[in-house]
């Protein structure tokens, strides 16, 4: 048992290291989420916030079509088991999800980027309140919602957002690991 506990201790020393050298970095926190604004910033050329605790939007779009608009980034694991949605407005929704999480019990759980969505907050709200869906944290999205919603990979026949050959290349680094 003690020699469990002190392979634990090493194996968290070691992913403190790493998370440090993720935010010296991005220059915040290694949290998945603060990882995903810094991501979305350098693929979308979006202007943070000036805090981290903005009400409502993450920051603004700087250039391309959605220029001047405000943007709520978010990362999840599996955005098929909702996403959280603030009372606050904003434009869009910019969700990045992994992978599907498998049935049964989940020891491990990679941080990838296999899927991106652009929702356009208005339309969003409109479809959610027609169904009667609770708003607020993990609130539900049907599979449909996410397939138009869809912009990353590029499958979705009329995606709300064209990306561009390098904003596609940009995200696949995060993609399943090549074995």
């Not at 392979?7 to 290694?30: E, M, P, V, W």
């Not at 991501?39 to 959605?66: K, M, N, W």
């Not at 049935?103 to 027609?130: K, P």
Request: charged share 20%.
């Amino acid at each position: 048992m003690t020699e469990k506990l002190h392979r634990l201790a090493a194996l968290l020393q070691a992913r403190d290291d790493l998370d440090a050298r993720i935010a010296a970095l991005t220059g915040r926190s290694a949290r998945p989420g603060d990882i995903g604004e810094f991501i979305a910033v350098q693929v979308f050329d979006i202007e943070l916030a000036s805090t981290a605790i903005q009400a409502g939007y993450d920051g603004i779009f700087r250039s391309g079509p959605l220029a001047g608009r405000t943007v709520n980034v978010k990362t999840y694991g599996d955005a098929f088991t909702g996403i959280d949605i603030s009372p606050h407005p904003c434009d869009f929704y910019l969700v990045f999800g992994g992978p599907p999480r498998p049935l049964g019990v989940v020891r491990h759980h990679q941080w990838q980027i296999s899927a991106a969505y652009l929702f356009d907050s208005r339309r969003l709200l409109e479809t959610l309140a027609t169904r009667g869906v609770k708003i607020g944290i993990a609130t539900s999205i049907r599979r449909a919602d996410l397939d138009a919603a869809r912009i990353y990979p590029g499958t979705n026949g009329s995606p709300p957002l064209r990306l561009t050959p390098e904003q596609t290349a940009l995200l696949s680094l995060f993609g399943a690991p090549v074995m």
